[in-house]
């Protein structure tokens, strides 16, 4: 999760598309490219933390590196799987340090993963002189919206883990050390 804020950072640099001594399009392509890593990691995250049910089949997963092939594969063996984004706040019910909202909206969909994984992949190859051109300014638009998605579905999320009774909550930036980090929760019956 370290590495993905890293390349968030990256994203950002690149987002304004007016780097010195970089074109508009070198900049696009850049974003895209770490976008596309980023989501290649959520995937790959994913793939880790349900590590125990892809274990027979290692050799076959070893070799992805499509996000989608792989998301596809975990979500067979646990529909849960992908990161569920909250809001952890103070609590103010007595005995209880905090409490957490699932967030509704504005976050990166399984839906809307797929299709950014997909669009940032197009743009990485060469434009075909005889092909249609790459329309510059839906990639000016949609990396924004893009990066705020995933940055929302991982900032703090949680996993839900096949055969496991616990939930475990992600912090991308842990308040007291600045690293990302995860804990073990479970629920409380109202």
Same mark, same amino acid.
């Given at each position: 999760m370290?590495?993905?804020?890293?390349?968030f &950072?990256?994203?950002d640099?690149?987002?304004?598309?007016q780097i010195?001594?970089i074109?508009?399009t070198v %900049?696009?392509?850049?974003a895209?490219?770490?976008?596309r890593?980023?989501?290649?990691l959520i995937?790959?995250? &994913?793939?880790?933390?349900n590590?125990?049910?892809?274990?027979e089949?290692?050799?076959k997963?070893?070799?992805?590196y499509?996000?989608n092939?792989?998301?596809?594969?975990?979500?067979?063996?646990?529909?849960?799987f992908?990161?569920?984004?909250?809001?952890?706040q103070?609590?103010?019910?007595?005995g209880?340090?905090?409490?957490?909202?699932?967030?509704?909206?504005?976050?990166?969909?399984r839906?809307?993963f797929?299709?950014? #994984?997909?669009?940032?992949?197009?743009?990485?190859?060469?434009?075909?002189?005889?092909? &249609?051109?790459?329309?510059?300014?839906? #990639?000016k638009?949609?990396i924004?919206?893009?990066?705020?998605? %995933?940055? +929302? +579905?991982?900032?703090?999320?949680?996993?839900v883990?096949l055969?496991?009774?616990?939930?475990?909550?992600?912090?991308?930036?842990?308040?007291?050390?600045? !690293?990302?980090?995860g #804990?073990?929760?479970?629920k409380?019956? !109202?």
């Amino acid at each position: 999760m370290d590495e993905v804020t890293q390349r968030f &950072s990256v994203v950002d640099n690149f987002s304004n598309f007016q780097i010195p001594g970089i074109s508009e399009t070198v %900049a696009i392509e850049s974003a895209c490219l770490q976008l596309r890593k980023i989501l290649e990691l959520i995937s790959l995250g &994913s793939l880790i933390a349900n590590k125990k049910q892809f274990e027979e089949k290692k050799d076959k997963i070893r070799k992805y590196y499509h996000a989608n092939r792989i998301l596809n594969d975990i979500e067979q063996a646990n529909k849960h799987f992908y990161p569920a984004p909250v809001k952890v706040q103070k609590s103010q019910k007595q005995g209880v340090n905090h409490h957490i909202d699932f967030v509704e909206e504005g976050y990166l969909t399984r839906k809307k993963f797929e299709k950014a #994984y997909d669009k940032c992949g197009k743009i990485m190859h060469a434009t075909n002189p005889l092909g &249609s051109s790459t329309d510059l300014n839906y #990639y000016k638009t949609n990396i924004r919206i893009w990066k705020e998605e %995933a940055k +929302l +579905l991982i900032h703090e999320h949680t996993i839900v883990l096949l055969n496991n009774p616990n939930i475990y909550l992600i912090r991308m930036v842990c308040p007291s050390s600045g !690293k990302s980090h995860g #804990y073990v929760i479970s629920k409380i019956e !109202k």
